[in-house]
C-alpha cells in the first residue's frame, strides 16, 4: 500500500520529497526490527540472570550475562534516541505532505505507517513462536 501511497502522492510532491518519504519508511523498518530484536534479547538476558540467581553458577558466567544486559540496554536506549528523531523525521513528512498535497494524504499516510509497524511486529512475533515450536520438536 506504501507503494500505491508514493504514486498517489508523487502527483503533488516533487521528487526529493518522495526519496526523504521511501527513505523514512526504510529507517522506520529497520528501527522497528531493531527495537523489536533488542527488547527481545534484552528479556533473554533478564531471564538468565534470574535463573542464575541463587542457584551454584560461576560468578564469571553470571557476571558475563550482566555485561551482556547492560550492553544490550544500552544498544536498546540509543535505538530508542533513533526512534525518536524518525519521529520528528515522520512530523516533517506529514506537515509537507498537508502543505502540498492535502490533509487526507497526511491522514493516510499516518495511518499507513501506523499499520506497517503493527504488521512487522506481528510478523516478528509470529516468526518467533514458530522458532520457539521448531525448537521443542527437535530433540
Same mark, same amino acid.
Given at each position: 500500500?506504501?507503494?500505491?501511497?508514493?504514486?498517489?502522492?508523487?502527483?503533488?510532491?516533487?521528487?526529493?520529497?518522495?526519496?526523504?518519504?521511501?527513505?523514512?519508511?526504510?529507517?522506520?523498518?529497520?528501527?522497528?526490527?531493531?527495537?523489536? /530484536?533488542? =527488547?527481545?534479547? %534484552?528479556? #533473554?538476558?533478564? +531471564? *538468565?540472570?534470574?535463573?542464575?540467581?541463587?542457584?551454584?553458577?560461576? &560468578?564469571?558466567?553470571?557476571?558475563?550475562?550482566?555485561?551482556?544486559?547492560?550492553?544490550?540496554?544500552?544498544?536498546?536506549?540509543?535505538?530508542?534516541?533513533?526512534?525518536?528523531?524518525?519521529?520528528?523525521?515522520?512530523?516533517?513528512?506529514?506537515?509537507?505532505?498537508?502543505?502540498?498535497?492535502? /490533509?487526507? =494524504?497526511?491522514? %493516510?499516510? #499516518?495511518?499507513? +505507517? *501506523?499499520?506497517?509497524?503493527?504488521?512487522?511486529?506481528?510478523?516478528? &512475533?509470529?516468526?518467533?513462536?514458530?522458532?520457539?515450536?521448531?525448537?521443542?520438536?527437535?530433540?
Amino acid at each position: 500500500e506504501i507503494y500505491n501511497f508514493l504514486i498517489f502522492v508523487s502527483k503533488s510532491v516533487n521528487c526529493p520529497q518522495l526519496v526523504k518519504i521511501q527513505s523514512y519508511v526504510a529507517d522506520l523498518e529497520k528501527i522497528t526490527f531493531l527495537l523489536h /530484536s533488542l =527488547a527481545r534479547r %534484552l528479556a #533473554g538476558a533478564e +531471564m *538468565e540472570i534470574r535463573q542464575r540467581e541463587g542457584r551454584k553458577v560461576e &560468578e564469571e558466567e553470571k557476571e558475563e550475562w550482566r555485561r551482556k544486559h547492560k550492553k544490550l540496554s544500552q544498544q536498546l536506549e540509543e535505538a530508542k534516541d533513533i526512534k525518536d528523531i524518525l519521529d520528528k523525521k515522520y512530523h516533517v513528512i506529514s506537515n509537507f505532505l498537508e502543505k502540498y498535497s492535502s /490533509s487526507e =494524504a497526511k491522514i %493516510l499516510f #499516518g495511518n499507513l +505507517m *501506523e499499520d506497517k509497524i503493527k504488521l512487522m511486529i506481528t510478523f516478528k &512475533e509470529v516468526e518467533d513462536k514458530i522458532k520457539i515450536q521448531n525448537e521443542k520438536i527437535r530433540p
